[in-house]
């Protein structure tokens, strides 16, 4: 499915870096991508992943396996060396769509794994790649910023190119609003020039776009603990998400096709429990 997972090259004095993978279900098609800008993929030494779920780092084995040297945020090196355990809790979610949908996630050998401190940096060419420790999608996601842009892996949202309706990236177990509105308002003092979503493409329009997820992130969290103090069911509460995003989204012009593409990449349900969740733990 074109346009929701995105994958960047860095390219600087000959050398090449990637950020993000993708799941291994769609590393074919990235290798393709990445032959088709008329590159060599076996001198691509550096691979960053802002975070191990299994969109944005899936296919980060099998890079480590070819030699090249992938960067992450602390909390998420052990995952990438033996991922059995994501794999198992990613498996019981999606049970027999689990292949088809995400392929495997091979490890990564322990040595072609390096941990980044938030601030620590790593020198591409001309460039350097910086890690900003972000968390409230994940406790183990990094922005990466090079010079005035940012990706930002899910702690910007989600948003289909050419749309304006922003999707709050929130599955479950780690989201966290007051963290994640701290990590937001960090890029927003930044002042970056743009934005590359991994879902999806070039924002151009940072400061608007990071005011908007900022208000989208608190609006969320604030329907769900309403709904929860209201004593709604689970099922209740998944079904008033939908609806309030749906409605959103076809306020925003978003069309049919475009809002079922969303639901494949960042469900409402998944989210509604994300946030619920959150919810939960707060009042325990």
């Known amino acids: 499915m074109p346009g929701l997972i995105a994958a960047y090259v860095i390219e600087s004095e000959g050398e090449l870096a990637l950020i993000e993978t993708g799941p291994g279900s769609t590393l074919e098609t990235l ?44 909390k998420a090196a052990q995952h ?19 292949d088809v949908l995400w392929g495997d ?21 001309a460039v350097n790649v ?7 999608h994940a406790r183990h996601h990094h922005a990466f910023v090079i010079g005035d842009v940012c990706f930002t892996g899910d702690v910007a949202g989600m ?26 308002d960090r890029l927003a003092a ?6 590359y979503l991994t879902h999806f493409g070039e924002v151009s ?3 608007a776009h990071l005011a908007t997820y900022r208000q989208r992130i608190q609006e969320v969290h604030e329907a769900v603990l309403r709904d929860q103090q209201a004593g709604l069911s689970n099922d209740d509460i998944r079904a008033a998400y939908h609806d309030r995003e749906y409605a959103l989204a076809r306020c925003l012009s978003i069309s049919e096709v475009e809002w079922q593409s969303l639901e494949r990449s960042n469900s409402s349900t998944m989210c509604a429990d994300g946030v ?4 939960r733990k707060e009042s325990s």
């Open 205 to 207: 329009d940072v400061a």
């Open 80 to 98: 990438l060396i033996n991922p059995s355990r994501l794999m198992d809790s990613a498996r019981q979610v999606y049970a027999e769509k689990m």
């Open 130 to 136: 910086t890690a900003w420790d972000t968390p409230g």
């Open 105 to 125: 996630m091979l490890p990564a050998p322990a040595e072609r794994v390096t941990a980044l401190q938030d601030g620590e940096s790593l020198r591409l060419g």
């Open 31 to 74: 290798r393709a991508g990445i032959r088709g800008l008329g590159l060599d993929e076996t001198k691509i030494r550096h691979v960053f992943v802002t975070h191990i779920h299994l969109d944005h780092a899936g296919a980060a084995g099998w890079w480590a396996q070819q030699g090249a040297q992938v960067y992450c945020h602390p």
């Open 159 to 184: 948003r289909l190119a050419g749309t304006n309706y922003l999707s709050v990236t929130a599955a479950p177990p780690q989201f966290e609003p007051k963290a994640y509105v701290a990590s937001v």
């Open 190 to 195: 930044a002042d970056f020039q743009k934005l």
């Open 276 to 279: 619920l969740l959150s919810v």
